[in-house]
């Protein structure tokens, strides 16, 4: 709840008040945080060792929010965003800090997360320099805009943070090029044909948001709309337009994701027109991408990512991997050459089919793909026989299932490699494994520039 003043040490802080302030670091989502009279102040936008003239915007009992009034001593790591919303719309928070120094932030980002969570030995950990990307810009495949009426025309984008307030963005450099082609014609297009745009306030209209994703092996692009009912009003006049200006899209979906809800997706996918699947490759095979298939959104720093996997795990031709949280089977099918038999899980069933699927399309065939968690599947698989000696996680930003965690210590596979995409809950699940494992080392792997976002490869070793 906001509040209009805050007394702390005698000292009152309203809204609007200005003071200088010094930034010693940034936080975990990429503002600058200084002190003011004891107090954390959150300034996004102002860079460590940068001297600010702060405007307090918002008051809380533990600390405050700020904007910039007045730059007054810039970082030596300060640089011209190409991007008008770095300081407005979320996904471009690092855009005004130079590229060796963002590099430098998702390093420090592993050691602040172990630091809070302490897991056993923290301090004696192997955090490793952050891997570069090979594109600072323009790497991302897939776009996901919502859909809104701004000042009276379709506008599709990002929200302000903190805010349901949509910025209409024209232009992105990370974007690949095309998927922001394909949504600013869609943009237009639903303008043109008048085709009725979401209203939160009165959970009414149709389109809510547009996912875009390009394939860089075939150039090909998917284009999934997302409504609020399956009725999408001038169907045919849309799916013509897009098919005589934007050649390139060879799949367009629908999915039905009605009312106010958090969520991106809903349960109904409906084929609209062309393929139900583009095609991407990667460590020299080809998957097939449905449009719910979750694939890195970095697909030259993928390859680093599973490569990085690879080298911690030391694979052998005798072992017998364990691929949770397998997704369509990226992992785990670029492993399978190296060892004996690769077994996945999965809890979304389409993902498990589009697993097996990129499996018999590579010729893969000591791969196997079953729908479910993995702390409910592994046990039944260990019930019916099978051994394995090898095991490779890539869960969710929430970390790995306490079950998991519990079945991970009991079984104590001694090959283990953890690809994490949240350092926070990673942390917090080290705490759980270090009794059992000793961490060699932490990889962080920057798989989107510009951004706060930062994965890591985790070797871990049984303790002796």
């Not at 998927?179 to 979401?198: A, G, N």
């Not at 860089?216 to 013509?240: D, F, R």
């Not at 010729?363 to 702390?375: L, M, R």
Request: charged share 25%.
């Amino acid at each position: 709840m906001v509040q209009a003043r805050s007394r702390q040490h005698d000292i009152e802080v309203q809204v609007g008040d200005r003071f200088p302030l010094t930034i010693r670091r940034l936080g975990v989502n990429g503002q600058g945080i200084g002190y003011f009279k004891h107090k954390v102040c959150f300034v996004p936008g102002a860079l460590p060792h940068e001297v600010v003239v702060a405007e307090v915007t918002r008051v809380h009992p533990r600390f405050l929010e700020a904007k910039i009034h007045r730059l007054r001593k810039a970082s030596r790591d300060r640089v011209e965003p190409r991007d008008d919303y770095a300081d407005v719309a979320g996904g471009f928070e690092l855009e005004k800090l130079a590229y060796p120094a963002q590099l430098r932030f998702k390093r420090q980002v592993i050691l602040d997360s172990l630091e809070k969570f302490k897991p056993y030995g923290y301090r004696a950990y192997a955090v490793r320099p952050t891997i570069a990307a090979p594109q600072e810009y323009g790497y991302r495949n897939k776009a996901t805009f919502q859909v809104r009426i701004v000042d009276g025309h379709v506008a599709a984008g990002l929200y302000r943070a903190g805010s349901h307030d949509l910025v209409d963005i024209e232009t992105c450099a990370v974007q690949m090029p095309a998927t922001m082609k394909v949504i600013r014609t869609l943009v237009q297009l639903i303008e043109d044909l008048q085709i009725p745009v979401y209203d939160e306030e009165h959970n009414s209209g149709i389109i809510k948001t547009l996912v875009v994703r390009e394939s860089v092996a075939t150039g090909e692009i998917q284009l999934t709309l997302i409504t609020n009912t399956p009725k999408l009003p001038h169907k045919h006049q849309l799916l013509m337009a897009i098919d005589e200006k934007l050649p390139k899209v060879v799949s367009v979906m629908q999915n039905v994701n009605p009312g106010d809800t958090p969520l991106v997706w809903g349960d109904k996918m409906i084929h609209l027109a062309g393929q139900e699947y583009i095609t991407e490759s990667l460590m020299g095979l080809d998957f097939k991408l449905s449009a719910r298939s979750f694939l890195q959104l970095n697909p030259a720093q993928t390859e680093t990512l599973y490569e990085e996997a690879a080298k911690a795990l030391e694979l052998s031709p005798d072992d017998v991997l364990i691929d949770a949280y397998a997704g369509i089977g990226t992992i785990g099918l670029s492993l399978a050459n190296q060892v004996k038999e690769v077994w996945g899980m999965e809890t979304i069933p389409e993902a498990v089919n589009d697993a097996k699927q990129n499996a018999s399309l590579n010729g893969i065939t000591n791969a196997y793909y079953e729908v479910g968690s993995a702390e409910e599947v592994l046990p039944q698989w260990r019930k019916n026989g099978l051994r394995f000696d090898a095991l490779v996680v890539d869960p969710p930003r929430t970390g790995l299932d306490n079950d998991l965690i519990e079945q991970i210590i009991k079984e104590r596979p001694a090959k283990f490699a953890y690809v994490s995409c949240n350092m926070a809950s990673l942390a917090r699940n080290l705490g759980r494994l270090a009794s059992v494992y000793h961490v060699d080392y932490i990889q962080p792997v920057d798989m989107m520039p510009q951004t706060t976002r930062c994965e890591a490869v985790i070797k871990l070793s049984l303790r002796k």
